[in-house]
């Protein structure tokens, strides 16, 4: 029943480039802790949360039963049982993830479901924009990271905004800590360096799966796209926030060339 902004325009007779760029919803709305009453800015998502099962249950067990398990990621993984929970859900089965599923089985899973998808999670199309980035510093590098990224179409970019805050959840606990009776906790060694590593290369394609050379990039491109990971996963925060001022050129000129569609949204809130 639920719908996201941008498929208003398959409803109107006037389609609207422009609510491809007002895929905006509150994001408390999408936080199970959130608090009442409290004003919020605008996030980069449509009002429907459009994220795969498998990668939400998938982020959601490693959030519950492996961020302190060392080498998360790295270590081995059993390719029979992976191969079973993958064919389950490619049958629609309502996996359920419980304590006795191995964290490394289903940390590889996430990992096979990225890195096989038919388009990679940002769109090949992106790969040499988003690359660019590497060479860019401070705020002129996030400034265009943001602009790339509200390019992805809405469900890529509510599954990259959901791996990306499970990541730097996953990094958050690289490291050894203690409990209040004084016994030591074990990081998990996985710092956001480590998670680039691992991820960049299945998150940022520019060949699909099985086309001649793909996985085959030079030091160059590694590099880049490591780091590129690296400030997605430290500031994915900030970067899928649609600022104050940037929401009211929008709705300028939205108010200009789709007055219909402000009155739509004004109705719907």
Known sequence: GAMSVDSITDLSDNASELLEALQLSHPHELDPRRSRGKKKPLSLNPITWQVPRIVDRCCTHLEMHGLQTVGIFRVGSS??????????????????????????????????????????????????????????????????????????????????????RFLAEVARHAESSWDPEGHEIPGNKMTVSNLATVFGPNILKKEKPGEKDAGALNFEDSAAIILVLQRLIEHHHSLFMVSPERQCDVLRRLFQTDPDVIEYLLRRK
């Open 79 to 164: 390719k029979k049982r992976v191969q079973q929970l993958r064919e389950e859900f490619d049958r629609g089965l309502d996996v359920f993830l419980d304590e006795h599923q191995s964290v490394h089985d289903v940390a590889a899973l996430l990992k096979e479901f990225l890195r096989d998808m038919p388009d990679s999670l940002i769109p090949r199309e992106l790969y040499g924009a988003f690359l660019s980035t590497a060479t860019m510093e401070g705020p002129a590098q996030l400034d265009t990271l943001q602009l790339l990224l509200f390019l992805l179409p809405p469900c890529h970019s509510d599954t990259l905004l959901r791996l990306l």
